[in-house]
Structures are given as structure tokens and as C-alpha cells.
């Protein structure tokens, strides 16, 4: 089989050639080590090999131990075997290189694997902070205007503590002024290490997305970019209101620069009907109902003129069915609001329904009158700010009631019997209509349209009582 041009490795075949006395596979183009089972090939007897592409070591303790009988000449790929063969020895490779190697011929795989996957996971995180950076902003639309955070940061004064006007549950609220349109506006900077905050961010921006309503804070836009440092920072941007909220002119302090003066009675029935339309058309009017879940004083605004705006809806929640009633309610689980307003069905582990804004409301509108908090210390062995008003109701409500009204009322001059008689009957309507909203069990409770009906009409009340 010599000057064949035969190629490849030598037939796996021939290892059943046990007769095989003589083997001449010189002179081809055969590649590849040679192999062992020559050895089993008891008769043969010569083999000549040489001028092949033959590699690798030679075997020992086999037919090619024998020099006179083998032919090896012109395989230059070959090494090892006897010193009469003539061929030259075999690199060493100590054991130690034979690990190395093995472990790299494993890791390399293993690495790039583990690196592949590092790429993609870096990849999909990327992709992911990108999209909740923009998603709040894109969903607002074009009309809203763009800012950016140098913007924010340069109307705050970097987020300066003289321009900072209050805090919340998920971050700080900023006063500061947009250099191109020159507005004045209240910036509210989500603290995103807070749980729920992010939450809170898109949660107020789908609400005020998609709700509009004369009574409630309109939204300039939102920011929701990196800062300086490269961390995810998410604000809102709304109008500010000169007058603050109302709690600051319910709990009015000496030291305080503002507000000046006090809430008049007539205006504290204009905040009430304001807050109650807005809820109105939150609950009943505005496609999905909404549930506002933190109806309080500080989240009440007031504009130049006084008029009520109802803001804040970090925590709100929007039904899915426009139908619902109470006792289609949706779950509470991770629902926050403000000790003192929270309805008692919520601590229980109850559902978030509307009837838990017409009880905050309630709570709200007998602060409004009486001028205390719902956590006012007095309230203590079983005493809150409902069986404070219930003990007094309806004879002796002037005890109860917030003195400056009173002291207000005594400076018109109308002879004081009439004066009082028409306060007491709008006081106690008022009353009336705060403790139909605090009842214990939500089915007993009145609906935000039946309230703003009642407050609409004291309103109307009072007004033409003044005018007589």
C-alpha cells in the first residue's frame, strides 16, 4: 500500500488484521498519532511507515522497540522511542503544567459563560432603570414641560434648606422658581430609598395623569432623570400656593411669619365644600373612582384668593371597575395614611374603599371646627375627636367649638342673640354633617356626593343669612 497518496489517521479496521505479518504504508500522506493496537498484531513482523505526516510520541514496549524492523524515516512530526530510531525526544511537560492547562481548558469556558451573563444581566438592568427613568415623564404627553435636574436644582438653590417647605412619608417638598417660564413652583424629590417610594411617584403621576378637577392641585410636570451622581432621581412639579395649607391655618402659631391671620368661619365652609367637590369627583365622576387613602390639613392647599386645592396622591388607589361600590373594595395590604385619619376599618385589616376618604374627610372637617388635632393629647381612656364632639352635640356645641370662631362672630355688629342663633344652626349642620362621615361601620356612613350636596347647601345658608 505504499505511494498511494492515502491520507487520514490508519484505518481503525486493521486492528482486526491478525494474520498480518508485513505492513507497508510508505510514502502516503497519513497524519496522526500511531496506533496502539499494533501491539495486539502478534505475527507482525516489519513495518514501514516512513515518509507519512505520522505525530506524536512513539509507543513504547511495543513492535517499534525494535529498530530493524521499523521504518519511521521522514515523519518529522514524531518523537520518543528508541535511541536506534534516531528520533529526537519528546518535550516534558511536568504535572504541574498538565493541571494548569486541564483547569484552563475548563475555566476559559466557564468564565466566559459567567461573563456572558454578567453582559446580559448589566444589559437588561440598564434597560430597565432607563425605561422607569422616562416612563413617568414620556406618559404625561408633550404639553407638559421638560426640566431637568440642573433646572430643579438650580430653582431650589441646589435643594437649599431655606427653600425647603415640608416633608412626607416618601420625600421633601422644595419651593423655588423655573428660570425659562419664570414660575413659582413647589418641587416634591421622592427619597427612592424609602420603600413604596417609587411606588408613590408613578402612582401620583398616573392619578394626576388622567384626573382633572378645579379643586385639585394641577401637576406642571414631572422629572425622572439621574442626578450629578448618577443615582435615579424622580420629582414632581407643581404651582406653588402662596398661602401654604391648611394646616397651618388651623394650628396657627405667634412665632409663625405666616399665615397672618385667621380662617373666618365663612372660609372654612369654602375649604370644606372645595375639598368635598374635589373628593366628589375622585369617588363618583372621574371614570375610575379614585381613593385619595391621606385626606388631611397639610394636604390641603390654598392659592392666592383661598381657595382649597386637594393634593398629594403618593398613596392613592384606582379602581378597575368604574361600578364599584363599598363592598367591591380593593386590598389594603401596604396601604399608609396618617395616624388620627386612618378610618378604623383599615388598622382592622379592612379593604381601601371610598368610604375611607369620607371618614378622613369627617375627621378633617371636626378639626376644621374645633381646631384641634385628632391626636391632640386630650385624647386619651377611650376620649378621640368624635365623642368629643358627641358629648357636646347639639346643646352644648360652643364647648367644643374653635374660640376664635366664636370671637369673630362676637365682633360683627349684629345684637349677639341673632348673631349666635344663625352661627349655632350652620355650626350644627356642619357638625352633623362630620359625624354622619365618622361612623364606625363604612355601610352607615353618607357618599362624598350626598356631603358636598349638604355642605353646598349650609354654604348657601350662610351666605344668605350675611346678606340680610
Not at 262 to 290: E, F, K, M, W
Not at 357 to 364: K, M, P, T
Not at 369 to 398: A, H, W, Y
Request: charged letters at 20%; one cysteine or more.
Amino acid at each position: 500500500m505504499d505511494q498511494n497518496i492515502l491520507t487520514g489517521n490508519i484505518p481503525t479496521s486493521f486492528s482486526n488484521l491478525y494474520s498480518l505479518t508485513l505492513l507497508n504504508l510508505s510514502h502516503n500522506s497519513f497524519s496522526g498519532r500511531l496506533p496502539d493496537y499494533l501491539n495486539d498484531l502478534k505475527l507482525l513482523n516489519k513495518i514501514d511507515l516512513s515518509y507519512n505526516n505520522f505525530q506524536g510520541e512513539i509507543p513504547k514496549a511495543s513492535i517499534f522497540d525494535n529498530a530493524t524492523v521499523v521504518s519511521l524515516d521522514g515523519n518529522p512530526g514524531l518523537c520518543g522511542g528508541t535511541m536506534d530510531l534516531h528520533m529526537p525526544s519528546c518535550p516534558t511537560v511536568s504535572r504541574r503544567a498538565t493541571i494548569i492547562s486541564y483547569l484552563i481548558k475548563i475555566l476559559i469556558p466557564i468564565f466566559g459563560f459567567m461573563s456572558l451573563l454578567l453582559l446580559v444581566y448589566f444589559l437588561v438592568l440598564e434597560k430597565k432603570t432607563s425605561r422607569r427613568a422616562h416612563q413617568s415623564q414620556l406618559s404625561f404627553g408633550e404639553h407638559f414641560e421638560k426640566v431637568t435636574y440642573n433646572d430643579l436644582a438650580q430653582a431650589t438653590r441646589d435643594f437649599s434648606e431655606s427653600n425647603l417647605i415640608g416633608k412626607g412619608s416618601y420625600g421633601t417638598v422644595y419651593s423655588g422658581k423655573l428660570k425659562e417660564s419664570k414660575t413659582e413652583v413647589a418641587v416634591k424629590v421622592f427619597d427612592l430609598e424609602m420603600q413604596g417610594a417609587e411606588r408613590s411617584f408613578l402612582a401620583e403621576c398616573e392619578a394626576l395623569r388622567s384626573i382633572q378637577h378645579r379643586n385639585l392641585l394641577p401637576i406642571i410636570t414631572a422629572c425622572s432623570t439621574v442626578d450629578t451622581a448618577g443615582n435615579v432621581f424622580k420629582a414632581l412639579i407643581y404651582e406653588l400656593m402662596p398661602n401654604g395649607n391648611l394646616d397651618k391655618w388651623i394650628h396657627h402659631k405667634g412665632d409663625e411669619a405666616v399665615p397672618k391671620r385667621r380662617l373666618s368661619l365663612t372660609q372654612r365652609i369654602a375649604v370644606v365644600v372645595s375639598v368635598a367637590d374635589a373628593l366628589d369627583y375622585l369617588h363618583h365622576d372621574c371614570g375610575r373612582p379614585t381613593v385619595h387613602c391621606d385626606l388631611k390639613p397639610s394636604n390641603i392647599l390654598l392659592d392666592d384668593d383661598m381657595n382649597a386645592l386637594l393634593a398629594d396622591f403618593g398613596i392613592a388607589r384606582l379602581y378597575a371597575d368604574p361600578q364599584l361600590t363599598f363592598a367591591g373594595s380593593i386590598s389594603s395590604i401596604g396601604i399608609k395614611g396618617t395616624i388620627g385619619y386612618i378610618p378604623p376599618e383599615y388598622g382592622g385589616g379592612g379593604h381601601v374603599s371610598t368610604s375611607g376618604d369620607v371618614y378622613s374627610f369627617g375627621i378633617v372637617l371636626l378639626e376644621i371646627l374645633t381646631g384641634k388635632r385628632p391626636t391632640d393629647p386630650m385624647f386619651t381612656g377611650g376620649l378621640d375627636i368624635i365623642s368629643f364632639v358627641e358629648n357636646s352635640f347639639p346643646d352644648q356645641i360652643f364647648q367644643v367649638i374653635d374660640p376664635h370662631l366664636v370671637e369673630d362672630r362676637q365682633k360683627i355688629n349684629q345684637p349677639n342673640e341673632v348673631a349666635n342663633n344663625e352661627m349655632y344652626q350652620c355650626l350644627v349642620a356642619l357638625l352633623q354633617v362630620a359625624l354622619s362621615c365618622t361612623r364606625s361601620l363604612p355601610s352607615e356612613r353618607s357618599n362624598m356626593k350626598q356631603v358636598a350636596s349638604k355642605l353646598q347647601a349650609i354654604k348657601a345658608a350662610q351666605l344668605g343669612g350675611k346678606s340680610k
